[in-house]
């Protein structure tokens, strides 16, 4: 009887144990960072993007042909061409963090220093473009 007590005292204790254990670990579980869209830098990754990209204050400009948009973009994004960047200025915010995109990263890096030369301080490039977008399992509207 005695053996019986200890045995299953010593498993009372196991078991105690093993729930202090499981709670703790879900006490010190670790939460993404949230992004601080005022200190993005010039070239940002999809995965920054995904995390802010429908947030107010936040624009997605798409640059590639409106072919190419119509073959996959992220839901939301405004589409200016490269091509009609320069005479369309007025329809791109100075008031908002503005993403720049296109297939691979090419045109929307020159697009970027485009509108830096224009006096824009808060523009950004997307690295990888739409690829990477969907590379990264992201969603895309076509």
């Known amino acids: 009887m005695i053996i019986k007590k200890q045995i299953f005292g010593s498993l009372w204790i196991v078991v105690l144990l093993m729930l202090v254990a499981c709670n703790k670990g879900a006490q010190t579980a670790v939460t993404a960072p949230e992004v601080d869209i005022a200190a993005l830098p010039d070239t940002v990754d999809v995965q920054t993007v995904s995390k802010i990209w429908e947030q107010p204050g936040v624009l997605l400009l798409d640059v590639r042909e409106p072919w190419e948009y119509d ?26 963090e503005v993403i720049v995109t296109c297939r691979s990263g090419n045109r929307s890096g020159q697009i ?18 739409i690829v990477a977008w969907e590379a990264a399992g992201l969603p895309v509207e076509r």
């Open 112 to 129: 970027t220093d485009l509108l830096r030369q224009q006096g824009y301080t808060n523009v950004h490039n997307m690295a990888g473009g």
């Open 71 to 96: 073959e996959g973009h992220i839901p939301g994004v405004i589409l200016i061409p490269m091509n009609e960047v320069p005479h369309r200025l007025n329809e791109i915010p100075t008031d908002q």
